[in-house]
């Protein structure tokens, strides 16, 4: 567990980094309720099993980026998209989604509360899309976290 926190601090601290001259420049002094973000945040972590790695690496996260790349920008209106891909064995894969309309995020609250909803929601998708694969292993060792969204 605490490598995993260490690695979602890992991530954050990048994101704010990244970020910091722009949010230094325009932020206020102080945070103004007005001016606080009040969009959500899920962001869904695939750890790879152990013994997987390589096949976690070399297999799924080169798939899982090639489907990301052809959908990037194709997400909803009110839903910004960030993905994380690993580049050594052992890193997860991170798919960051915030939500600017609470109600899309408690529609996705629902397809996301159990491993059972997610599974059924991937089956749908690859129905709808194809080419989407996810192993019910890697399923097994992903964890999804909602969060307030304090800055964009």
């Given at each position: ?116 909803a997610l599974s059924s929601y991937i089956d749908g998708h690859v129905k709808a ?10 399923l097994r060792h992903t964890k999804i976290y909602m969060s307030n969204v304090l800055?964009?």
């Amino acid at each position: 567990m605490n490598n995993l926190t260490a690695r979602i601090g890992l991530v954050g601290l990048l994101w704010l980094l990244g970020t910091h001259a722009w949010a230094h420049a325009q932020a206020p002094n102080t945070l103004d309720p007005a001016t606080t973000s009040t969009s959500k945040a899920m962001t869904i972590i695939f750890e790879p099993p152990k013994g997987q790695e390589e096949a976690f690496l070399n297999n799924f996260v080169t798939s899982q980026a090639a489907y990301m790349q052809t959908y990037a920008g194709k997400s909803k209106e009110k839903v910004k998209v960030i993905n994380l891909i690993p580049t050594e064995l052992g890193e997860p894969l991170i798919h960051m989604m915030i939500y600017r309309d609470s109600a899309t995020f408690e529609q996705a609250k629902q397809i996301f509360a159990s491993r059972e909803a997610l599974s059924s929601y991937i089956d749908g998708h690859v129905k709808a899309y194809g080419g989407y694969h996810i192993p019910k292993e890697y399923l097994r060792h992903t964890k999804i976290y909602m969060s307030n969204v304090l800055t964009e």
